[in-house]
């Protein structure tokens, strides 16, 4: 007469545990299926690869706010994309994620060495540049088409790259970060304006420069003022160029303005008209960018784009100078990971060997090559 009571009374407990287990497991599946969903979403110029999760013991302090940090990947230069990735992961707590820019023929290296290194935890994702986007807007002189670098250019297409994204930073990949990269992503930007950069002449740089160690450049060290349609834009010459190898961009004023569509029309015009200058620049991105935004920018902290040193082997800053810097530049022809570059033990802290060992024997190469 008594047991059929408690029977009833077990039934009802492993009835409640098992509708309390089944709720627990539906939950799980369904913040499964939504991290799923966010992370398959189409991405601008063909997402080739993703890694959406990171260890909870790394996550355990870091920011929820995704950072998206744009870099291009050249074969060759691999090396460089990996050391300034390291080190801006390194530097943050904050959700960095990296939108790798790169070609087909790179993706497979590009990958070894992210999930079989200590970079196996970075969230990013892998988009393959198409450069048949510059038909008829780059200039290559006749016999050198194996000069034209076609990765350059990702920096004008911003909102194809990470189209989500109301913010994102570009960085070259010759760069190492040693402060949180938060503060840069947090630039403010004035209203109306679409990127932010470093100019040429900022006076923090040049103060603690060594002495003789390099030139201030402007306007006229990029675009040709001999020519009519340079002359109308009634730019002056003497104007302080910026450096576009580091800049915050505001992507939701960038695609108001129809930035890209305008930098483009300014590669196309100079297919045409060879606008650009051919005394100190060399560049063929910066004018385009120079042009746009004229007196159309904000300013980034110089702090965070401490350049030139790759501008000769010899040493530009003080070593005092190079440790307070939060971004260091190595924009020139002496990259720290080919030929004699200085502060070289910087860029090596944060550098991680290619597992493939390719790298490694191109660097040896250069190196070789620049000893003769």
Not at 143 to 150: E, I, S, Y
Not at 296 to 308: A, C, E, G, L, Y
């Amino acid at each position: 007469l008594f047991k059929f009571p408690v029977n009833i009374s077990i039934l009802i407990v492993v009835v409640v545990i098992f509708l309390l287990v089944l709720h627990h497991n539906l939950l799980g599946l369904s913040d499964f299926l939504k991290r799923e969903l966010s992370d398959s979403s189409p991405l601008g110029l063909q997402p080739i690869d993703f890694i959406p999760a990171i260890p909870q013991r790394l996550t355990d302090g870091r920011n929820d706010k995704e950072i998206s940090v744009v870099i291009a990947a050249s074969d060759e230069r691999l090396g460089g994309a990996i050391a300034a990735m390291n080190s801006i992961y390194q530097n943050t707590r904050s959700n960095v994620v990296f939108y790798i820019v790169t070609l087909n023929d790179t993706v497979d290296h590009l990958r070894l060495w992210l999930t079989n290194t200590a970079l196996k935890n970075l969230k990013y994702r892998i988009l393959h540049f198409d450069p048949r986007v510059l038909e008829g807007k780059v200039q290559v002189a006749s016999g050198k088409a194996d000069t034209l670098k076609p990765l350059t250019f990702a920096r004008f297409y911003l909102p194809d790259l990470v189209p989500h994204a109301e913010k994102a930073i570009y960085v070259d990949d010759d760069i190492i970060v040693q402060d949180d990269i938060l503060e840069l992503y947090n630039t403010p930007l004035k209203p109306g304006h679409a990127a932010a950069f470093s100019d040429d002449c900022d006076s923090t740089t040049n103060k603690f420069a060594v002495h003789g160690a390099g030139n201030q450049y402007n306007y006229i060290g990029f675009l040709d003022y001999k020519k009519e349609t340079i002359r109308k834009l009634a730019m002056k010459a003497s104007t302080c160029s910026f450096n576009p190898g580091v800049f915050v961009a505001n992507l939701t004023e960038w695609k108001l303005q129809n930035i890209t569509k305008q930098l483009e029309k300014w590669m196309a015009l100079n297919v045409a008209e060879e606008l650009y200058s051919r005394t100190l620049a060399g560049s063929i991105t910066t004018p385009p960018l120079l042009i746009v935004f004229y007196k159309q920018h904000s300013s980034i902290d110089p702090m965070w784009n401490v350049r030139h040193l790759g501008s000769s082997a010899g040493k530009r800053y003080s070593p005092q100078f190079v440790k307070a810097a939060k971004l260091l530049h190595w924009n020139g022809h002496f990259k720290p990971w080919g030929r004699t570059a200085s502060y070289t033990e910087v860029w090596e802290k944060w550098y991680i060997p290619d597992p493939t060992g390719k790298f490694s024997l191109l660097r040896r190469h250069s190196k070789a090559y620049e000893a003769k």
